[in-house]
């Protein structure tokens, strides 16, 4: 976790694992299980009333799995909670395949899952393997539910002493659009190693070397090291505590108004 304003609010799980046996295995799938419990404050709370107004959805366009507290106003079991409840989506930013979350399947409740049946684990976690809950219809929300979730990669290799990495991560924020945005930012910074001055070499703007105060209509410059890579526009009315999306997926033709 960094302390970064673009980066704090994201938490990086990486495992390196290696195969220490002489047995070569050709099908390996690695997978996660995720509890939700929203909206529960530290202490003297009546917490244990808030088990089952959660939600979880699978957004497979953006390839993230979004939990959130189905009233969003505040947990209505919890009269000490105070300002609005927060979200997280989880993700695979490195599953040595493109289409990261292979599997996923909610279950409900959230003691239904069995950690010692290996031909379970095996069948839920099977590639093309999907379950989103009874209370999501159309990506939405329409009830709570007491339910966790797994997901997992694809099928992978693993020979004898050979070492892969898979990384996953944890981002949080109040807004699904704001939880995609730092996803998106989060596998810039994991593809470029962690290393956070390299990331600002990547694109840059060209007729705006400092701040300024600009007035009506307003053509932004760019160059870009990457000719056929895309580019996001965001826009952040409170000085980069949060940001607001202008126009995704730009040809990266260097100039927008």
Not at 149 to 158: D, I, K, Q, V
Not at 189 to 203: R, S, W
Request: include cysteine; glycine fraction near 8%; proline fraction near 3%.
């Amino acid at each position: 976790q960094f302390n970064h304003p673009l980066f704090r609010d994201v938490m990086f799980k990486v495992y390196d694992i290696k195969n220490e046996s002489s047995f070569k295995y050709s099908r390996i799938v690695f997978g996660d299980l995720v509890g939700t419990y929203i909206g529960v404050s530290e202490t003297g709370d009546g917490g244990t009333n808030e088990w089952n107004d959660d939600y979880s959805i699978l957004y497979k366009k953006e390839n993230v799995i979004i939990s959130g507290d189905f009233k969003h106003c505040g947990p209505s079991r919890n009269p000490l909670w105070r300002g609005p409840v927060g979200m997280f989506g989880s993700t695979f930013v490195d599953a040595l395949s493109s289409d990261s979350i292979a599997s996923y399947y909610y279950f409900e409740p959230a003691n239904n899952f069995t950690m010692g049946d290996d031909e379970f684990l095996w069948s839920k976690l099977k590639p093309g393997y999907y379950r989103q809950g009874n209370n999501i219809i159309n990506d939405t929300a329409v009830a709570g539910s007491d339910g966790d979730y797994t997901f997992g990669t694809n099928y992978f290799s693993l020979e004898s002493g050979q070492v892969k990495r898979i990384a996953s991560l944890l981002a949080y924020g109040y807004t699904s659009n704001e939880i995609f945005q730092k996803v998106k930012l989060a596998k810039v910074l994991y593809n470029n190693n962690f290393d956070l001055a390299k990331i600002g070499t990547h694109i840059q703007l060209t007729n705006l070397s400092s701040h300024a105060t600009v007035n009506g209509n307003y053509q932004i410059l760019w160059q870009s090291e990457k000719i056929i890579s895309t580019v996001d526009i965001y826009f952040s009315p409170d000085a980069g505590q949060t940001w607001l999306p202008i126009i995704k997926d730009l040809a990266n033709n260097q100039s927008y108004i």
